[in-house]
């Protein structure tokens, strides 16, 4: 080859090889191959490898799926490429999940395999083949604050403590269930209506939060799901707001701060709870439904196709349909007024494909149901429409205007403080002040010559009006906020727009809203007069909020004032080395800074407000249940009030509900298996099991369970030889008197008490006439800060104003005693500083059984025990110091003298000392004695919790399969005329007889079954009616009951999930098949968004 050539060639190779490596170092190119590196050598830590996944499941599929979608556009905004490969991602890794699932080969690891081929896969493809040139689009200053506003998102995360809302523990357990077993069971449960359940079950979301576990592996915080949907929100606001203001870049980064600021999207954002994705897909849906309107005469279909894509997927998630009916009425108004239908064949279809369904639904199934039942009352023509209609917007309307047997109250029934409550919570309900909600309620006139802005209004204005409707006939005001976070925010957005194109010479309209926010004001302070409550951020209290309401107001007004003085002007004169150079400042700008300072300022402070106070942002005790939990062997069943317990343990526990009522407990515990019950004193930790009303029975159970429910037996005489005591005095079997102290106290019997002979026991008698004992000398005069009584007692008397033991004086003056008193129905453990401390408890003390009762004070708090555990405790208002004088005694048995007991004591024990809770019931327990039938005892307890072993077997699982279950199914039951009942049957085969337990566990609780089970074939069912006093009974088995069989020897014979519908195997194409339709024709759309505009 000549030389010229060679050259030639050699610089063309050249060429080309630096062509490919420009190629690479292109941006997009650059990014995948930066996530690939960081991907591939992310497994040096399994923190960063999970970072490196999420990443790749919840942005980078969805990223290179949109450059291969839209590789010929020539320019892409930066934000609207985020929203829409979060999006994209967001549907493919659930698809991948979901298709997984269905073949039941759903794993982290063939998950992590199968999406790791797809991003190299397209990765590859884009490099290689694609190489994309368009321009991305974005405003420095807008990246700038995008990352400043994420990253303080990330930091606020990482610095909190969460504890799960029952709701979110449903969802968590029903994923992690999913990962497990590859089965979905719905979160609510509405008899008849299984159909419905791919609605109202909200698979979707429980799919998306298994495929985060999936992804991470677990070891990011659960609430981390809400990362990806809080980027779809931080991208939506902006390009929301350029849609209506074009270039005004400085007030569109002026407002978003303001929106993205809202403490609510700080504190709902970190709650595993679908309400915050539906607020974020909301706000996408909305800007694409904005931006396909493009004036009064055009509207672009591609954008429509996408927004109604996005509501379907919101619909998946939550049937919430507040949004979809206000874009639904805007689509159609919109339509009809400007005749867009008549634009193209595209837009004809779009319009009939929309309206058509609608429309039919209404006209042939929820129109005929209620003129059925209404006007024809033929009940049984009315189920051929009605068991069809899973929501009916007119049938809640008429409800709420008319009495009917649905309806709980109508609009005329409600008090307007109830109306003006509702709506308030709604229109500005995290205290943003009432300005902003002012100019939303007048945004339409403002912003009517703004097209763009007009329709968003619209669309906000509705939605106000459908969720007031929606919440008020539902009488719920609690979960308003969360569930009508979309509302809150369009009301926010259209809001600061109406306020800032006020400002443009329209200061009438000024006026009408500062008019209107002191209207307000002055309603919201009638309404918390009224209610006497306070406006809260979801799950926080936020006292003297109209203080804080009225000097919001008065501040905001004056620099409001003030910037309408647009003619004014502010010189400023500033010196350098040239001279005097003039900058002319107008004053309504610096006002306007002062301003948004004002609201800025109030939302950070209210959002640490929240953050700090939320109760679900406490650890409300887990760490200290949980290290309870871990420490058990394997084969012990736990059973916990603390409802989220599991979450905090290793997932090879066995957990179950508590049961309803102490004797099912009880039958359970004699079914002798081996248990551990942990039971917490906290509220919101239980709050399961307090509405379905088992803590009332969990916190009264004893130290120790035996086969004798109550005590007739006399305690064995003990004292605690490893404290301070003074003296150890029994009644019991013995007229000796033991005290360390020897002969320096004196004890002395007045009266005539008798020993009497009891269960083969001699026990002393307090005729509560003239019989009690006195004991007195030096070493009881010595000062006190820390004593403990401990006096075990039996009486049948009701008593009022009987000391049992008590430190006074003959004139009956004293300075501490243990005091029985109602009719024997109260006692208290009396400490006397400047003020008499009496901690209370209640219960049958005359029952003819031995108590135990022990009162604590260490200077600072009383505590009382009973029957070995902590029940009250208060703190005292000083120090208190006991100092005893001269002629100090104590009595047992007498009030100084007067007011004898009626009854038995059995001993009495009396410290300088203080003794703990793990001390208590060490006591109790040897007075116990261990020659009854112990079933459980108590092994630790705190203020906090109780902890208790149940003895028993072991549970194992059965070497041989003894049981083939057939089938299981709930369904609902018809009682009278409704079905108000929900059966449970179990259909199985046993190869040979046995006795055992069956468990029956839901969320809500627990229940036991006795077992007799012949050889063959076997037949079980139960019903349960749906409610008892409120309480989710049927309605609990119908959402998921975990059926555990159990025989005598603590075999595990059988193990198996119900509920009202199980998605398996191809059932799951239910949910499979929406993903992947509106995912392909979502990216389809995309890639012909040029073609489809008009």
Request: with cysteine.
């Amino acid at each position: 080859m000549p030389s010229g050539r060679k050259v030639g060639s050699m610089k063309l190779e050249s060429k080309y090889a630096k062509t490919c490596f420009k190629n690479l170092l292109s941006p997009i190119n650059f990014v995948l191959i930066f996530f690939l590196v960081f991907l591939l050598s992310s497994f040096v830590s399994p923190a960063l490898n999970s970072i490196a996944r999420f990443l790749l499941s919840f942005f980078a599929l969805g990223f290179s799926i949109t450059i291969m979608a839209k590789r010929k556009s020539c320019e892409l905004d930066l934000f609207e490429l985020i929203m829409e490969s979060v999006f994209i991602s967001i549907l493919a890794s659930v698809g991948i999940t979901l298709v997984l699932a269905s073949l039941q080969l759903n794993n982290i690891q063939n998950y992590y395999f199968v999406q790791l081929a797809c991003i190299i896969l397209f990765s590859s493809l884009i490099i290689a083949k694609v190489n994309p040139r368009f321009k991305i689009k974005y405003e420095k200053a807008e990246l700038t604050l995008y990352v400043f506003l994420f990253l303080v998102f990330i930091s606020v995360g990482v610095n909190l403590d969460k504890f799960y809302t029952p709701d979110e523990y449903f969802y968590l357990r029903n994923s992690l269930d999913f990962i497990k077993y590859n089965y979905l069971t719905p979160i609510t449960y509405i008899p008849l209506r299984s159909f419905s359940d791919i609605l109202v079950g909200r698979f979707l979301w429980q799919t998306t939060l298994a495929t985060f576990i999936e992804t991470t592996s677990g070891l990011l915080p659960y609430y981390a799901i809400n990362l990806p949907f809080f980027i779809i929100l931080l991208s939506a606001v902006p390009t929301l707001l350029k849609l209506l203001f074009g270039d005004n870049t400085r007030m569109s980064l002026l407002l978003w701060l303001i929106i993205a600021s809202n403490p609510l999207i700080f504190i709902l954002s970190h709650f595993v709870l679908v309400d915050f994705a539906l607020a974020s897909l909301g706000l996408l849906s909305v800007y694409w439904f904005i931006k396909s309107f493009k004036s009064e005469s055009n509207v672009g279909v591609s954008s429509l196709v996408k927004c109604f894509a996005i509501l379907v997927i919101s619909m998946l998630y939550k049937f919430n349909l507040i949004l979809p009916i206000a874009l639904w009425i805007t689509f159609v108004f919109l339509f009809l007024r400007y005749k867009f239908y008549r634009l193209s064949r595209w837009h004809k279809s779009l319009f009939l494909i929309v309206t058509i369904p609608v429309v039919a639904y209404e006209l042939f199934l929820d129109v005929p149901a209620l003129f059925t039942y209404y006007v024809l009352h033929d009940l049984q023509l009315n189920f051929l429409f009605a068991r069809y209609v899973f929501i009916s917007p007119l049938g809640t309307l008429i409800s709420f205007l008319f009495k009917t047997p649905w309806t709980f109250k109508t609009w005329f029934d409600i008090p307007n403080y109830d109306k003006l409550f509702f709506f308030f919570n709604i229109l500005s309900p995290e205290l943003m002040t009432p300005i902003i909600s002012s100019f939303a309620i007048l945004s339409f006139l403002v912003l009517r010559k703004n097209y763009k802005a007009m329709t968003l209004a619209f669309v906000s204005l509705i939605a106000l009006l459908i969720s007031f409707i929606g919440f008020l006939s539902t009488s719920n005001f609690y979960d308003i906020q969360r569930d009508a976070l979309t509302v809150i925010l369009l009301l926010q957005i259209v809001g600061l727009s109406s306020f800032y194109a006020s400002l443009s010479g329209k200061n009438h309209f000024i006026y009408a809203s500062i008019v209107l926010m002191l209207l307000f004001t002055y309603l919201e302070y009638i309404v918390l007069a009224n209610k006497n409550v306070t406006f809260y951020l979801w799950g926080t209290k936020l006292e003297n909020r109209f203080d804080r309401l009225l000097l919001m107001d008065v501040l905001i007004t004056i620099p409001i004032s003030l910037a309408m003085m647009n003619g004014t002007k502010l010189l400023l004169q500033l010196k350098v080395k040239s001279g005097f150079i003039k900058v002319k400042v107008r004053l309504h700008t610096l006002m306007l800074v002062l301003l948004f300072s004002l609201l800025l300022a109030n939302s950070v402070e209210l959002t640490f407000y929240g953050l700090r106070n939320n109760t679900y942002f406490l650890d409300h005790g887990m760490n200290d249940l949980a290290s309870q939990a871990n420490d058990l062997e394997g084969g012990t069943l736990l059973i916990s009030n603390a409802y989220a317990l599991p979450l905090y343990t290793s997932p090879d526990k066995m957990f179950i509900s508590p049961p309803l009522s102490f004797d099912e407990f009880n039958s359970f515990l004699k079914a002798g298996i081996k248990s551990r019950v942990i039971v917490s004193n906290d509220e919101i930790a239980t709050w399961i099991s307090y509405i379905m009303g088992s803590n009332e029975y969990l916190k009264a159970l004893p130290p120790i369970i035996t086969s004798e429910e109550k005590m007739l037996k006399a305690p064995l005489p003990s004292f605690d030889g490893s404290k301070n005591i003074l003296f150890h005095l029994s009644f019991i079997n013995s007229s000796q008197i033991y005290t360390p102290l020897h002969n320096e106290l004196d004890v002395t019997i007045v009266g005539s008490p008798i020993w009497e002979g009891i269960n083969q026991t001699r026990v002393m008698r307090f005729d509560g006439v003239d019989d009690y004992v006195t004991v007195s000398g030096g070493p009881l005069l010595s000062p006190l800060q820390k004593l403990t009584v401990e006096v075990w007692f039996r009486t049948e008397k009701p008593q009022n104003g009987k000391f049992l033991v008590v430190g006074g004086y003959a004139n009956g003056t004293y300075a501490w005693g243990v005091y029985l008193s109602t009719n024997s129905t109260a006692m208290s453990f009396n400490i006397k500083g400047q003020k008499i401390y009496n901690p209370i408890i209640r219960g049958d003390f005359k029952d003819g059984f031995w108590h135990h009762f022990v009162g604590v004070f260490n200077g600072k708090s009383v505590t009382i025990y009973f029957e070995g555990k902590p029940v009250r405790s208060i703190m005292l208002e000083e120090t208190v110091i006991i100092k005893p004088s001269d002629n100090f005694k104590i009595y047992i048995g007498s009030w100084s003298g007067r007011g004898a007991f009626d009854g038995y004591i059995g001993f009495v024990n009396v410290y300088a000392d203080v003794l703990e809770p793990s001390d208590v019931i060490e006591q109790y327990i040897k007075a116990r004695g261990e020659d009854t039938g112990i079933l459980a005892k108590v092994i630790s307890a705190t203020r906090n919790y109780v902890t208790l072993d149940v003895y028993g077997k072991g549970i194992h699982i059965s070497p041989t399969a003894d049981i083939t279950v057939e089938r299981v199914g709930i369904t609902p039951v018809k009682v009278g005329d409704n079905f108000n009942h929900t059966s449970l049957t179990i259909d199985f085969y046993a190869k040979n007889s046995f006795n055992g337990t069956l468990i029956l566990n839901t969320y809500y609780f627990s229940t036991f079954r006795r077992l007799e089970v012949k050889e063959g074939y076997s037949h079980i069912e139960y019903i349960f009616p749906n409610t008892i006093d409120s309480k989710p009974v049927g309605l609990a088995f119908g959402r998921k009951t975990e059926i555990l069989m159990l025989s005598e020897r603590g075999e595990l014979l059988a193990k198996i999930v119900t509920a009202s519908s199980i998605l398996q195997g191809l059932e799951l194409s239910y949910i499979l098949l929406p993903v992947i339709l509106l995912l392909i024709f979502y990216v389809y759309i995309s890639c012909k968004e040029s073609k489809f505009a008009s």
